[in-house]
């Protein structure tokens, strides 16, 4: 368990390398290891020390460059831009659609998930946090591009998927599924 907890430290600190932002995902680490119960002092360091590692590495490269202005830069963030970028370009209907489904399939599936007390609660606890991360890491990304949006997609496919399942005819399964396959094709050809 130490070293996942490493490893997940070790690769926010690569993924900060590229979008300094994405260090709000730390809190995601310390959430799974306390609904997990697994809280010590060996847990709460391990991913701190696998941050750190990369940081020191990258710092040791940039001092022998002598471009440590560029290590510091990684610590300035910038002002969080407006998110008009969804609303002018072809997002708009994308954002739309996971806001909707993941909105439903949240409400379909976590009273069912939250009444039982097994290890499916605490994931969907997980997600539930991650999701939010997501959300929080799109809104507050400085520069919009559209790539931001897969941090969204893959906990809101797992909500909406487990919605899916609450939902007991294959009819119903079946329209939701060809709607989102022929938007999905509508959009590309647009």
Avoid at 43 to 61: E, K, N, R, W
Avoid at 79 to 84: G, Y
Avoid at 132 to 157: C, D, H, R
Wanted: proline share 3%.
């Amino acid at each position: 368990m130490l070293q996942k907890l490493f490893d997940s430290g070790f690769w926010l600190a690569i993924l900060f390398f590229i979008e300094p932002f994405s260090a709000m995902f730390a809190l995601l680490i310390y959430v799974a290891t306390y609904v997990h119960h697994k809280i010590t002092i060996r847990t709460l360091f391990a991913p701190v020390v696998g941050f750190c590692a990369p940081l020191l590495i990258y710092y040791a490269y940039c001092l022998w460059l002598n471009e440590v202005r560029v290590f510091t830069n990684l610590f300035v963030f910038k002002q969080f831009h407006k998110i008009s970028f969804y609303a002018e370009n072809n997002f708009y209907w994308l954002v739309i659609s996971i806001l909707f489904l993941t909105t439903i399939g949240f409400i379909l599936k976590t009273p069912k998930a939250l009444s039982v007390n097994n290890t499916f609660k605490k994931n969907w606890l997980i997600v539930t946090f991650q999701l939010l991360i997501s959300f929080f890491f799109v809104l507050l990304i400085p520069e919009k591009t559209g790539v931001e949006i897969l941090f969204l997609i893959f906990p809101a496919s797992i909500v909406v998927a487990n919605g899916l399942e609450i939902i007991k005819s294959d009819f119903i399964k079946n329209i939701v599924f060809y709607v989102l396959l022929a938007s999905t094709v509508f959009a590309v050809l647009l």
